[in-house]
């Protein structure tokens, strides 16, 4: 890493991995911290290189695919294949401001409610969308679609 000493307590890797000025080379080693607060952090950070967001993509934590589903600047494609991880991505890839249409209408079919939940948040989905989850069986899902988008 060209010379750059990092500290080796967690919490001040976790500052430097959440910070979105912090430089693209210390995500990068930070990405691989056995920590996975740490990996998490860099996962949502905005500032974290595109091949970073993949690997973390595929980290064996759930909760590491969760940032970066969170993150805004993860990649469509990327998203895409999270929405067919575990639901807490999945309801992650529903938050995200990037999330395709395509993946928001998908999602707004999940089996589980929390996921239909964050899609019914999402201030990005389609006029389509919200009339079909208007009509959703649960009444949480039904309750944030009036709570968010009022028409």
Do not use: C
Request: glycine letters at 2%; hydrophobic letters at 35%; aromatic letters at 8%.
């Amino acid at each position: 890493m060209s010379g750059i000493k990092l500290p080796k307590d967690w919490s001040s890797k976790l500052m430097l991995a959440e910070n979105i000025n912090t430089p693209k080379d210390v995500l990068e080693f930070l990405a691989k911290d056995e920590d996975y607060y740490v990996r998490s952090a860099v996962a949502e950070n905005p500032n974290a290189p595109l091949d970073v967001i993949k690997e973390l993509s595929e980290d064996n934590d759930y909760e590491i695919r969760a940032g970066v589903a969170r993150n805004p600047k993860t990649p469509k494609k990327i998203l895409e294949k999270l929405s067919e991880d575990d639901w807490w991505v999945r309801a992650n890839v529903a938050k995200n401001p990037n999330a395709s249409q395509k993946i928001l209408a998908k999602l707004s079919k999940d089996p589980y409610w929390k996921v239909r939940v964050e899609v019914a948040r999402n201030p990005s989905i389609s006029q389509k969308i919200i009339k079909k989850l208007k009509e959703d069986e649960d009444y949480y899902v039904r309750h944030e679609v009036e709570r968010h988008h009022k028409s």
